[in-house]
């Protein structure tokens, strides 16, 4: 059984910035595929960053340059490293990832995932 458990959320003033990780279980070989998201009450959940096996990414516009995403296949390690947070990044962040292998580009555009953690929460506020 699959699982993915998020660490490192919490509460941080305007400009300051916390780094996510999500460690994964469970699979034999690491995920081809996996991606940040984030929720807040009443509104979608948006994918903020998406990495493939071969270290692409890509990004939601308003976190690029702020945001990075990457990933430690040796240790089944998913990192969301936040910069320059700001009060519209407070939200549940979720890790997600792909059961069965895709393509690079697939990745890039995939917003369906098989695995999902429980989420950790980031809050920015003066």
């Known amino acids: 059984q699959v699982q993915l458990v998020e660490s490192g959320g919490g509460s941080v003033q305007p400009g300051g910035s916390l780094r996510l990780s999500c460690a994964a279980s469970?699979?034999?070989?690491?995920?081809?595929?996996m991606a940040w998201f984030r929720q807040v009450p009443g509104k979608e959940r948006e994918r903020v960053a998406v990495?493939?096996?071969?270290?692409?990414?890509d990004y939601t516009d308003s976190v690029k340059g702020r945001f990075t995403i990457s990933r430690d296949n040796a240790k089944n390690t998913m990192y969301l490293q936040m910069n320059s947070l700001k009060p519209v990044d407070t939200a549940m962040y979720y890790c997600?990832?792909?059961?069965?292998?895709?393509?690079?580009?697939?990745?890039?555009?995939?917003?369906?995932?098989?695995?999902w953690g429980q989420g950790t929460q980031v809050t920015v506020s003066s």
């Open positions: 997600a990832a792909l059961s069965y292998g895709v393509g690079m580009w697939s990745c890039l555009g995939l917003r369906d995932f098989d695995y």
């Open positions: 469970g699979y034999t070989d690491s995920s081809s595929c």
């Open positions: 990495i493939h096996s071969s270290g692409a990414t």
